[in-house]
């Protein structure tokens, strides 16, 4: 399995930069998924990798081979796209065959392999039925079976569970995960969707208007986002932001804000007097009662939020927060609250966005 590596790629069409000098490398049997909006360019980087587009500059590397302009077809690349390439009027069993009777495998081998994919994808109680008795999500699983089964060099998904129904998103979900980690392909995995992103991915690429904002594992992506846009775009919701100026004493600055009990000292901003202040909803703590380093708060809004949680909108002076509460907590709130931001769950941004490394405490 190669590595596949970008080099400085750039991709544009007339009047739209689509793809802007992108480095990246996609590491030998790991699940990337290239996450963000609309627009951002994301197909048009896995098409490129595919070979299905020509870049503008750049190139593309499999291991130390140069492969910008290789044809597709010798890329011995595998596709899943949105909607399942599968032929009607045959079975399961023999979708899943036909492309491995183009490869040189001998019939046990080709068995096994068919084998294999059928079970990774829980496809047993199908493989005899044919393709118009299937919905959609078991039919997206047949499309998936035909391309890992004839064990491509690197496999790219195209947004495979957008256009299945919401119960067959769950089941293809789980069978995507129990193939990603049997197989430890290179796969490269196109979504708009945190959840699945979160989900399946060793590494998220988050990419906004053609460049990659950061890479990094789920979990550091969304606990330490390098970019405002990555604490917005994560989460559901997203980040509260709160922009101040400080006020900058010396090396240290300081910052009087209706969020915290005491004035915030902040070190190491280098004299960045102007900043915003990040911090998810389930970061921020909420109680009935007063504590140390807790301030007072009125409830403006509450609402049961996916799972059960409450979301809950908090007057601070002249501030607003949104908080995750869990359900027992939730109902027992009503209209005075102690709100605490542990300083440990903040993470401070600069004018043009960025990360800034500053360490906080209370005064
Ligand atoms: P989506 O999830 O909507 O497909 P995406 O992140 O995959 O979005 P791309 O499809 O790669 O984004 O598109 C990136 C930008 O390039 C968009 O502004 C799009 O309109 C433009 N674009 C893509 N393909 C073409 C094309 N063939 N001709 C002109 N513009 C294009």
Redesign the pocket.
Known sequence: MPEVRLIDLH?E???????KNVSITFTTATVTC?L????????????IIAGL?TPTAGDVFFDDDRITELPTRKRRIGMVFQYPVVYRGISVYRNIELPLLEEKLSAAERKKRIQQVIDILGLEDSVDKEISQLDGGTRQKVAIARTVARQPAVILF??PITSVDAEAKVQLKRALKELTRQLRQTIIY?T?DQTEAMTLADQIAL?KA?EIVQLDSPRTLYNLPNDVFGGWFLGNPGMNFFEYRVETLDSDSLLKSPLFPRDLKISGLNGQDRITIGIRPEHVTLACKPSDLAVAGNVRRKFIAVGGHYLVSVELGDKIIKVKVDPVLGRQIENEVWVECPLDWITLFGPDGRRLKAELSLV
């Open positions: 991709k069409y007339p009047g739209v930069i689509a793809v290239l963000g909006p609309s627009g951002c360019g994301k197909t048009t980087m896995m098409r587009e195209d947004e196109v708009h990419m053609g």
